[in-house]
């Protein structure tokens, strides 16, 4: 009960929204997919709303753990072992969708260990800053000691997911990443050094020495090069590598204001190859309209706006950079949907938080929405303990 009490219901209840659009618009998208298959047209509807019940689960289970336990060495290093191990053996064995063998096979369904990494590296990041944060306010040669520490596993991470090769994931960590350590109260000029420095001799690594030992070259990633050429002229290449986008445009064209109808979207029907996750607001904006795709965006952006207010008001900094992780990673990862669909970004495979079709990623999302209310609950009850003392 005192959970139910303390829930910040500017978070909860577009979560919950959110969830049940995503349940409604995975089986509109999809029922032609399963059908097509040889499978049933609520295939997909089931695993979606599975998703969604243990995406509650999750949330309602993460508001009552302990913030602190989670900053346990042992268990993070050992949890970034695991990661290494996984994120290397995919290299090998993943199974290949989309041009990236980043899904490790489970029965019926498929777990990708980027998005969890997500998770990780904030609260992985937010305690190395925290449990170092004085020491970041030294020389530079100090702060630089620091940040090589800090940021060691964050790579390791992060060059293992951009070899499978998942552009989309890696720079969503890398975001994530950056963001919290810019909004540590850090020096930004030994921040961008720092950070530009790790970065080129992380890409000169990937290029001259672990391409080559793999023997593979990005110019041979031909599902990630059409891609590119897609996003720079898209109609030039209406009839191959440019036919997603183009017929995304067409979704988003029909549907109007207002939309063709609920089931009535014409795209899906085997003209965008993944109406149910990548292009999944496409067919959105096509079957319920524009003001539909910007009431959803908005209840996105209602999340991440309360994410940093209560980053913001926290006394702690643990959980102030996790609120800003959190927000970075629901910001990018929006940004990337919405700009892929659009065509303002080369369509990276990225999903549309809560929306999209894929457990992964709702898991994922809601391990990072039940800390965002442990840590409004925590703020409001200390609130409460603050107006007693004073009256």
Same mark, same amino acid.
């Given at each position: 009960m005192?959970?139910?009490?303390?829930?910040?219901?500017?978070?909860?209840?577009?979560?919950?929204?959110?969830?049940?659009?995503?349940?409604?618009?995975?089986?509109?998208?999809?029922?032609?997919?399963?059908?097509?298959?040889?499978?049933?047209?609520?295939?997909?509807?089931?695993?979606?709303?599975?998703?969604?019940?243990?995406?509650?689960?999750?949330?309602?289970?993460?508001?009552?753990?302990?913030?602190?336990?989670?900053?346990?060495?042992?268990?993070?290093?050992?949890t970034w072992?695991?990661?290494?191990?996984?994120?290397?053996?995919?290299?090998?064995?993943?199974?290949?969708?989309?041009?990236?063998?980043?899904?490790?096979?489970?029965?019926p369904?498929?777990?990708?260990p980027?998005?969890?990494?997500?998770?990780?590296?904030?609260?992985?990041?937010?305690?190395?800053?925290?449990?170092?944060?004085?020491?970041?306010?030294?020389?530079?040669?100090?702060?630089?000691?620091?940040?090589?520490?800090?940021?060691?596993r964050?790579?390791?991470?992060?060059?293992?997911?951009?070899?499978?090769?998942?552009?989309?994931?890696?720079?969503?960590?890398?975001?994530?990443?950056?963001?919290?350590?810019?909004?540590?109260?850090?020096?930004?000029?030994?921040?961008?050094?720092?950070?530009?420095?790790?970065?080129? #001799?992380?890409?000169? &690594?990937?290029?001259?020495? $672990?391409? @080559? =030992?793999?023997?593979?070259? !990005?110019?041979?990633? *031909? +599902?990630?090069?059409?891609?590119?050429?897609?996003?720079?002229?898209?109609?030039?290449?209406?009839?191959?590598?440019?036919?997603?986008?183009?017929?995304?445009?067409?979704?988003?064209?029909?549907?109007?204001?207002?939309?063709?109808?609920l089931?009535?979207?014409?795209?899906?029907?085997?003209?965008?190859?993944?109406?149910?996750?990548?292009?999944?607001?496409?067919i959105?904006?096509?079957?319920?309209?524009?003001?539909?795709?910007v009431?959803?965006?908005?209840?996105?952006?209602?999340?991440?706006?309360?994410?940093?207010?209560?980053?913001?008001?926290?006394?702690?900094?643990f959980?102030?950079?996790?609120?800003?992780?959190?927000?970075?990673?629901?910001?990018?990862?929006? #940004?990337?949907?919405? &700009?892929?669909?659009?065509? $303002?970004? @080369? =369509?990276?495979?990225?999903? !549309?938080?809560?929306? *999209? +079709?894929?457990?992964?990623?709702?898991?994922?999302?809601?391990?990072?929405?039940?800390?965002?209310?442990?840590?409004?609950?925590r703020?409001?009850?200390?609130?409460?303990?603050?107006?007693?003392?004073?009256?």
């Amino acid at each position: 009960m005192n959970r139910l009490k303390n829930l910040d219901y500017l978070i909860f209840i577009p979560y919950v929204i959110l969830c049940a659009v995503g349940i409604v618009m995975v089986y509109s998208a999809s029922a032609n997919i399963g059908t097509q298959n040889g499978g049933s047209p609520l295939s997909y509807l089931v695993k979606q709303v599975a998703y969604v019940v243990m995406s509650f689960i999750i949330v309602m289970f993460m508001t009552a753990v302990n913030i602190d336990k989670l900053r346990n060495k042992s268990v993070l290093l050992f949890t970034w072992i695991v990661f290494i191990f996984a994120l290397a053996g995919l290299l090998v064995f993943g199974k290949t969708v989309n041009g990236a063998a980043g899904w490790i096979p489970l029965g019926p369904i498929n777990i990708q260990p980027a998005e969890f990494v997500k998770f990780y590296l904030i609260i992985q990041i937010a305690h190395s800053i925290t449990s170092r944060s004085d020491d970041l306010m030294f020389s530079k040669r100090e702060w630089c000691r620091v940040m090589v520490s800090i940021g060691f596993r964050a790579l390791v991470l992060i060059v293992l997911i951009f070899l499978q090769p998942d552009l989309g994931g890696a720079a969503i960590n890398f975001m994530i990443a950056f963001i919290m350590i810019m909004a540590s109260g850090i020096n930004w000029k030994y921040a961008l050094g720092s950070i530009g420095g790790l970065v080129a #001799l992380v890409l000169f &690594g990937i290029k001259f020495i $672990l391409i @080559p =030992i793999s023997h593979t070259s !990005f110019a041979d990633s *031909s +599902y990630k090069i059409q891609r590119i050429i897609a996003f720079t002229d898209p109609f030039h290449h209406a009839q191959g590598a440019g036919q997603q986008l183009v017929n995304s445009y067409y979704a988003i064209s029909n549907g109007g204001l207002f939309g063709v109808g609920l089931g009535n979207s014409i795209q899906k029907t085997g003209y965008l190859p993944e109406p149910n996750t990548d292009f999944i607001m496409s067919i959105l904006t096509e079957e319920l309209g524009a003001i539909a795709a910007v009431i959803v965006i908005g209840l996105v952006a209602l999340i991440v706006a309360r994410t940093i207010l209560l980053g913001t008001r926290s006394k702690s900094q643990f959980q102030s950079l996790i609120c800003y992780g959190i927000a970075t990673y629901i910001t990018i990862q929006t #940004l990337f949907n919405i &700009g892929g669909v659009v065509g $303002l970004l @080369p =369509i990276t495979g990225v999903t !549309f938080p809560f929306v *999209s +079709y894929g457990g992964s990623s709702m898991l994922t999302l809601s391990l990072c929405l039940g800390l965002l209310l442990n840590i409004s609950g925590r703020q409001r009850r200390e609130r409460e303990m603050t107006q007693l003392a004073v009256n």
